[in-house]
């Protein structure tokens, strides 16, 4: 039988970073994963650039039951401190926007960074390793797994939430809380594209799909968010799209500003007194793409001569752009979103060690958490955070 001081179920972010941080203070430590490679997640994040943490990053950047969990792990390890890392390893980054940090060549620099620290403390990783059954045993846990019966003191769950199951995602983190007596809150998708289905509004976006449009303020239930969106075949999708999912529930009506940097009303007024003969398409040729100019003043506003239009029709295409409110069918489910939204109820764990208050030894870190940051690399800085907090008591 193996025996091991601390055995984390998880070769991704959050547990690669706790096992280096635990082995580095002299506990052995044992990271088992049923994929056959370690990081997935790390590998395709950021479009292979790896968004791995975020300037600004503080606790108001994050959905939780109870906002106020994550502060205590988030202040232990900053996004200062990951950068730290990053720089002790030589790895070439840049600010891309609004702070988010990406490597200058691939997202394998993150993955080969942590796996480096975890060789250096002598982490031993085991891929390809399902675990089958786990048992409380008197002084720490005994694990029925692929390599036989393996028993530790400290037993940490770090297999994320649902999304993308093609990169191996499961929902085992949660069964095992649910094991041990945890509440699991509700999840769902999160960081998401929309579905539209509604026929006239899904010919729009078919019709525009590859087309993106910058820096659109997206509003629902009291959240709003100023980036770029893009029209797909499917529906809608974009930052500012994947941001607001995670607040949007079925049925809920979605408002967006397409132009939020633009007085609209005094906008079309100067247009119609110096340039009432050009078409309401050629002017929002200097706002959109051509291509959906032109298929916003026809199938909104009945496209004509600028100077043609009356007071109220100019104020009804100013709302109409300002305010575009639509009702999505959906999402696109776990199959591309970012994240997980719920998980294992934080009332029920340490904000300070990430240990189970149910049960001795046994801790949740990362995304199995219900703790889901906005797009923009606070989800890895809470993977991070989680992962370093929880080794200092593992």
Not at 12 to 32: F, H, I, Q, S, Y
Not at 87 to 112: R, W
Request: charged content about 20%.
């Amino acid at each position: 039988m193996l025996q091991t001081d601390v055995l984390i179920i998880g070769a991704g972010a959050a547990g690669l970073m706790c096992a280096a941080t635990a082995a580095a203070r002299g506990r052995r430590v044992l990271v088992l994963d049923h994929a056959n490679k370690a990081g997935k997640k790390i590998l395709m994040s950021g479009g292979g650039r790896c968004n791995f943490t975020n300037l600004y990053c503080e606790p108001a950047n994050f959905l939780s039951g109870n906002p106020h969990f994550c502060k205590s792990a988030l202040a232990r390890f900053t996004q200062w401190d990951f950068i730290g890392l990053v720089a002790k390893h030589g790895v070439p980054y840049h600010e891309k926007k609004l702070g988010q940090l990406f490597c200058d060549n691939k997202s394998s620099d993150i993955l080969d960074l942590l796996l480096a620290e975890c060789a250096e403390a002598g982490v031993e990783i085991r891929l390809n390793t399902a675990v089958q059954r786990i048992e409380k045993r008197e002084g720490g846990f005994l694990l029925h797994s692929d390599l036989g019966e393996v028993a530790c003191q400290s037993l940490v769950i770090a297999t994320g939430g649902l999304s993308i199951p093609t990169l191996g995602a499961t929902g085992f983190g949660y069964q095992v809380a649910r094991q041990f007596g945890h509440e699991l809150l509700p999840t769902r998708a999160g960081l998401v594209p929309f579905t539209i289905t509604e026929p006239q509004l899904k010919a729009l976006c078919t019709e525009l799909s590859g087309t993106s449009v910058e820096d659109c303020r997206v509003s629902c239930n009291g959240q709003s968010f100023v980036e770029n969106i893009l029209f797909t075949h499917r529906g809608l999708s974009g930052p500012a799209i994947l941001q607001i999912s995670s607040y949007w529930q079925p049925g809920d009506t979605l408002h967006i500003d397409l132009l939020p940097h633009i007085d609209l009303p005094e906008w079309l007024a100067s247009q119609q007194r110096e340039r009432g003969n050009s078409e309401l398409k050629t002017l929002l040729a200097e706002l959109f793409t051509k291509k959906m100019a032109a298929l916003l003043a026809d199938s909104w506003f009945s496209n004509k001569p600028l100077k043609q239009y009356t007071p109220g029709e100019l104020r009804t295409i100013a709302e109409r752009l300002s305010d575009w409110q639509l009702v999505p069918a959906g999402t696109e489910g776990y199959r591309t979103a970012e994240v997980t939204l719920g998980g294992v109820n934080t009332d029920e764990v340490s904000s300070k060690t990430l240990e189970s208050l149910k049960v001795p030894g046994l801790y949740f870190i990362g995304e199995v958490l219900d703790v889901t940051g906005h797009l923009g690399g606070f989800n890895f800085q809470w993977a991070w955070a989680s992962g370093y907090a929880a080794a200092q008591y593992v």
